[in-house]
């Protein structure tokens, strides 16, 4: 997998910029606030259809175009997969609306011809590693779903859309325990609702599990290769709802970890839409949905620690690390083909050892694509072996 080429158009800070990538080793440096972590977002919106940075993606249109009379943001790609070269681009739209907010759609299209958001969503994988991502580990439960789901995208086809509809059954289901908490009326129009959200979260529940054993797995290597094998590292899914056992995983203390490697997609569903049936009342009188994938949470151990409690600010770094190269060779089993790496001043973030073992990892694998502030923190030989562009005012030499 490899970009070739990117264009972008009104998009964050660039009126417009041009760029090629070398085949294996881009370095972009610069001062801060020059872009280049705005490069490696938009590389990355192209797999995931969405920002990793913003908080909403509608502060991706470049202000300057606000006032036009419909702003629009162009994010235009050359790829190579699996030995074909494709195009991607992606339009941000901003429809006007009448009471003076802005509405934010999206268009896909490979090849020039127009595709749903759902089916575009991993057709161009990469794996992206910011610093201010020790959130992951450090912020709420809500950070590592959000986590979770973007990852599996690119490696599950219809994900995203199981998802979507998972999520828009709980709103509904929970509009109907309100209405019923508070009005009353009859409890068997939840039948409907309980087997959308039954059907779509056990298929989120079987795939999230499988994932974080692997993913764990290949983590646990890398942790290992890092601190030179002085701290294990453990991903745990902690399902809000457990068709293993019925027990919380996420109350107990420790965590109890059954074996979750016996159930099937439609064993999972037929319990989930027990558990809710059971929980009726409950949920009727609280107004909301208690279980299920929406509530799930992932723990982070080294050494049987918990990072997101316990953890310090160099371990939590390098955890992350650890885990976005087991990303690099997790989306490679499933693709057949390495992501593009996209690393954001991460050498600042490791000790001189440490830099070592990631220039050289890099040598052998695909493309990356780096940004730094100081070429210093690079020896001279691997920057010979780069396409080194300076990012200055938003330009490219």
Not at 27 to 43: H, P
Not at 90 to 112: A, C, F, P, Q, T
Not at 302 to 321: D, E, F, K, P, W
Not at 370 to 384: G, R
């Amino acid at each position: 997998m490899e970009i070739l080429s990117l264009s972008l158009t009104n998009y964050r800070a660039f009126k417009r910029l041009e760029i090629e990538f070398a085949e294996h080793l881009t370095l972009l440096y610069g001062k801060n606030a020059q872009g280049k972590t705005s490069i490696l977002e938009a590389v990355h919106f192209l797999s995931i259809l969405t920002s990793p940075v913003a908080g909403y993606d509608r502060e991706l249109v470049n202000f300057l175009c606000l006032n036009d009379e419909q702003p629009v943001s162009r994010l235009v790609a050359i790829i190579n997969k699996n030995g074909k070269t494709h195009r991607i681009e992606i339009r941000l739209i901003l429809d006007h609306n009448w009471n003076g907010n802005n509405r934010l759609r999206k268009e896909v299209l490979i090849d020039g011809v127009k595709r749903r958001l759902f089916d575009v969503v991993g057709f161009f994988n990469s794996v992206i590693f910011l610093p201010q991502m020790t959130r992951i580990i450090e912020d709420g439960p809500e950070e590592r779903r959000r986590y979770l789901d973007q990852t599996l995208s690119q490696a599950f086809p219809g994900y995203m859309k199981t998802l979507s509809n998972y999520q828009q059954g709980i709103t509904k289901r929970n509009a109907l325990l309100k209405q019923l908490s508070e009005k009353g009326g009859d409890e068997n129009q939840l039948v409907y609702w309980d087997q959308l959200i039954s059907e779509n979260g056990a298929i989120l529940i079987q795939a999230r599990n499988k994932s974080v054993l692997e993913l764990g797995s290949l983590a646990t290597q890398k942790q290992s290769a890092l601190t030179i094998g002085g701290e294990a590292l453990e991903l745990i899914y902690l399902p809000s709802f457990n068709p293993w056992n019925g027990e919380s995983l996420q109350l107990s203390i420790p965590p109890i970890i059954p074996d979750k490697s016996l159930l099937s997609t439609d064993e999972i569903q037929n319990k989930f839409q027990k558990a809710l049936l059971g929980l009726r009342r409950e949920e009727i009188r609280r107004g909301l949905t208690t279980i299920g994938p929406h509530r799930d949470e992932l723990l982070f151990t080294a050494n049987g620690v918990n990072l997101g409690i316990y953890g310090s600010r160099g371990q939590i770094r390098t955890a992350i690390m650890s885990l976005k190269f087991a990303e690099v060779d997790w989306i490679k089993e499933k693709s057949g083909e390495l992501p593009v790496l996209l690393l954001d001043e991460t050498l600042a973030e490791l000790d001189f050892n440490r830099r070592g073992d990631l220039l050289k990892t890099l040598e052998n694998g695909g493309q990356a694509i780096l940004t730094t502030v100081d070429l210093e923190l690079f020896p001279q030989d691997f920057i010979d072996r780069c396409v080194s562009l300076k990012i200055e005012d938003g330009k490219i030499s």
